[in-house]
């Protein structure tokens, strides 16, 4: 079945390859065109979503097994603490998280909003909330001791908004868990590449990211390349689709 399932994600990825190729790949221009309506029911589980290629669709990653290695990772450097997940969705992670973690996520997304809390029906309403993260978070500077934000600045043209968000509501020792697609030199990424999400407006190459998240004031403590989002590449292979940092503020 998971050979089944590879073979049908190539093929996928062969067709959408060609269209990207000929020019008629829709992209987003503008911030303008980034409206919540556009993060709906439709984009999880409609039939045109990047997750009905799932088994189960988008409903497939609700297993541990895509989050433990993250959760472990972040263990290594806070053990303890109000973790928020910006980019929530429907609050798998956080999910996994709540053994150790005092947890809160907000999306753009009404309906992730939602779901999550049907998913976590115990935690106060002011744990969870939409939210458009080029805004400020509701929280004081240094509130949080973990912050998560995975496959969602991509859908920003402005990406230092939100990046200066996070650093201002991260604890002094807190870490910040960065996941995001980036374009790289070489040609089998762009083939490999999960999804062809017209709302990712803000594909970077690694160097020009890091770049910003310096300038801001964040320090990277470590990284790693993924494939697909969520399947980890040796540290040599620098090809995968998505990099995931570990980073913490800059103490001056």
């Given amino acids: 079945m998971i050979l089944i399932n590879f073979?049908?994600?190539?093929?996928?990825r062969f067709y959408n390859y060609k269209i990207k190729k000929k020019g008629r790949r829709f992209q987003l221009k503008n911030s303008d065109d980034l409206k919540s309506e556009k993060y709906e029911e439709d984009y999880y589980i409609g039939s045109g979503s990047n997750y009905a290629k799932l088994p189960g669709g988008y409903l497939f990653l609700r297993r541990e097994i895509f989050w433990?290695?993250?959760i472990d990772l972040i263990k290594?450097?806070?053990?303890?603490?109000?973790?928020?997940?910006?980019?929530?969705?429907?609050?798998?992670?956080?999910?996994?998280?709540?053994?150790?973690?005092e947890i809160y996520g907000c999306d753009i997304?009404?309906?992730?909003?939602?779901?999550?809390?049907?998913?976590?029906?115990?935690l106060n309403?002011?744990?969870?909330?939409?939210?458009?993260?080029?805004?400020?978070?509701?929280?004081?500077?240094?509130?949080?001791?973990?912050?998560i934000c995975m496959d969602v600045i991509e859908h920003i043209n402005n990406i230092e908004a939100p990046l200066r968000n996070i650093h201002k509501c991260l604890a002094e020792n807190g870490i910040f868990l960065l996941r995001i697609p980036i374009r790289t030199q070489y040609k089998i990424t762009e083939f490999l590449r999960f999804e062809n999400d017209p709302t990712h407006v803000s594909i970077l190459p690694e160097r020009v990211l890091i770049s910003k998240l310096?300038?801001?004031?964040?320090?990277?403590?470590?990284?790693?390349?993924?494939?697909?989002?969520?399947i980890p590449l040796p540290k040599f292979i620098n090809f995968?689709?998505?990099?995931?940092?570990?980073?913490?503020?800059?103490?001056?």
């Fill in 7 to 12: 073979i049908i994600l190539i093929k996928h």
């Fill in 68 to 70: 433990k290695g993250k």
């Fill in 76 to 101: 290594k450097y806070v053990q303890s603490g109000k973790a928020l997940d910006i980019g929530c969705s429907y609050g798998f992670m956080l999910y996994f998280m709540k053994k150790w973690f």
């Fill in 109 to 122: 997304s009404k309906h992730a909003i939602e779901m999550c809390k049907k998913l976590l029906p115990d």
């Fill in 125 to 147: 309403e002011k744990h969870f909330w939409v939210h458009d993260i080029t805004k400020e978070l509701p929280y004081p500077k240094n509130y949080f001791n973990v912050i």
């Fill in 214 to 230: 310096k300038k801001i004031g964040f320090i990277i403590l470590e990284k790693n390349y993924y494939w697909m989002g969520f």
């Fill in 240 to 252: 995968g689709s998505d990099i995931m940092m570990i980073l913490k503020k800059y103490k001056k």
